[in-house]
Structures are given as structure tokens and as C-alpha cells.
């Protein structure tokens, strides 16, 4: 049985473990949320909509996965006026992360970041077991493709923290 003392602890170490998770996700949104306003460039409209429909195609995968979708749900998600919708509803969101990824490119080439081939493997091996558990089509090199994206944009951040002067504010 446990005693006062010892629940106590599990909660003030439960508490400092979300605490810690809290501060590292809120830097990194900080970072992120800098890193694009850096970047002044026009858009163009084909790399916006694909970079929408890749964000709106991994929504829907997330939703198939959570809830089970039928057919006719999963079509009229899928239609073109929703996706239309969509990117109309989320322009700022994508326009701020095509950006951010823009500068992450930028900041991974000038630095000579490198990721590690067996990261790479890795995480690509992962990525499509989630895909084979759940039943999903997927392209191989396209799941390559993002798979290095996220991993580079994790090395970039890594690099920001451990270069950056950050100060936290509590209230």
C-alpha cells in the first residue's frame, strides 16, 4: 500500500516531468514561431497547395486512424471543396510552416548539419509500420522524403537551443 509520502512523490515527479515537457514544447514553438517571420519570400501557389494537402492528407490519415471512417465519411472529407475549404480556413498556418521549413533548410545546409543514416533507417522503418498497422497506402520515397523533413527540422532546433539565449518567463 502506498503511503502519503510516496503517492506525494509520484505526483511532484509527474508534475516535473509535464513541466519539463511544457517548457522544451513551448521553446521550440517560440523558435519555430521566430523562424518564420524571418522569412520574406512570395509563396508560390503550387508549393502552397501542396504543402496543404499534405497537412490536410495527414489530418484525414489521423482521423481514419482515430475514429475508423467509412467510405462515404473518408469521400466527403476527401472532396475537393473540403480540401478547397481547408486551405482556404488554414492559408496563414500553411504559409507560416512553409516558411519555417524554408528556414530550416537554410540554417541545416549553411551549418552542415548531418542526420545520421541509421536515424534515418530508423525512423523510416517506424513511420511505415505505423502505416502497415494501420491499413494506410503509403509511397515509400515520399515517407523517406518527410521522414528526413522532420529529422532535419529536429537537428536545426537542437542546434538553435544549444546556440540560442533563452530566457523564460514565469508568471
Known amino acids: 500500500m502506498l503511503c502519503y509520502v510516496q503517492v506525494k512523490e509520484t505526483f511532484l515527479q509527474k508534475f516535473l516531468e509535464l513541466e519539463q515537457t511544457a517548457k522544451e514544447q513551448a521553446t521550440d514553438n517560440a523558435i519555430l514561431d521566430q523562424l518564420h517571420k524571418m522569412v520574406q519570400v512570395e ?3 503550387s508549393l ?5 494537402r499534405q497537412l490536410y492528407g495527414a ?3 489521423q482521423i481514419q486512424a482515430n475514429m475508423k471512417l467509412n467510405e462515404q465519411q473518408l469521400s466527403s472529407l476527401s472532396s475537393p471543396r473540403a480540401v478547397r475549404e481547408y486551405l482556404q480556413n488554414q492559408k496563414e498556418n500553411i504559409t507560416n510552416i512553409i516558411k519555417q521549413n ?3 533548410g537554410d540554417i541545416f545546409k549553411r551549418e552542415n ?3 545520421l543514416t541509421d536515424e534515418l533507417i530508423n525512423e523510416v522503418e517506424n513511420s511505415i509500420a505505423e502505416f502497415k498497422r494501420h491499413n494506410q497506402e503509403y509511397d515509400e520515397e515520399r515517407v523517406r522524403g518527410q521522414v528526413q523533413e522532420v529529422l532535419e527540422g529536429a537537428k536545426v532546433l ?3 537551443k544549444e546556440r540560442a ?3 523564460y518567463i514565469t508568471k
Open 43 to 45: 509563396i508560390p501557389p
Open 48 to 52: 502552397f497547395e501542396e504543402q496543404g
Open 59 to 61: 489530418q484525414l490519415l
Open 102 to 104: 524554408l528556414a530550416v
Open 113 to 115: 548539419l548531418q542526420v
Open 158 to 160: 537542437e542546434w538553435l
Open 165 to 167: 539565449d533563452i530566457q
